[in-house]
Nanobody, 116 residues
Framework: QVQLVESGGGLVQAGGSLKLSCAAS????????MGWYRQAPGKQRELVAD???????NYADSVKGRFTISRENAKITVHLQMNSLKPEDTAVYYC??????????WGQGTQVTVSS
C-alpha cells in the first residue's frame, strides 16, 4: 500500500512563509512526477507546482516567483517552499505522486491559512 504523509501547514500572516513536505512510502516504482494541488472552498482544484523525475519544474502563474518545489529522490519526498504568502493562497494543499505505468497516489491534505 502506498502512503503519502503531508506536513508543514498552518496559519501565517500575509507576507510570511511556510514549507510543506510530503513523504511517500510503499511499493512505489518508476516515479514520473510529484507535485501539489490546492483547493479553496467554492473553487476548483488548482495545480500549484510539480516536478518530474528529470528535475524539470512547473508552476501556476499565481505562485511563480514565490513558491519553490524541490525533491529528495532517496527519500521519495517533495517539498514546497512558500514565501510572500497572500490570503488568496489559503487552501487545502494535496501532495501527489505519479508512478508506475498509470498510477497516481494522493496525500491526505494539509490546511494553509493566510491572514490579512
Amino acid at each position: 500500500q502506498v502512503q503519502l504523509v503531508e506536513s508543514g501547514g498552518g496559519l501565517v500572516q500575509a507576507g510570511g512563509s511556510l514549507k510543506l513536505s510530503c513523504a511517500a512510502s510503499g511499493s512505489i516504482v518508476s516515479i514520473n512526477a510529484m507535485g501539489w494541488y490546492r483547493q479553496a472552498p467554492g473553487k476548483q482544484r488548482e495545480l500549484v507546482a510539480d516536478i518530474t523525475s528529470g528535475g524539470s519544474t512547473n508552476y501556476a502563474d499565481s505562485v511563480k516567483g514565490r513558491f519553490t518545489i524541490s525533491r529528495e529522490n532517496a527519500k521519495i519526498t517533495v517539498h514546497l517552499q512558500m514565501n510572500s504568502l497572500k490570503p488568496e493562497d489559503t487552501a487545502v494543499y494535496y501532495c501527489y505522486i505519479r508512478w508506475g505505468r498509470v498510477r497516481t497516489s494522493w496525500g491526505q491534505g494539509t490546511q494553509v491559512t493566510v491572514s490579512s
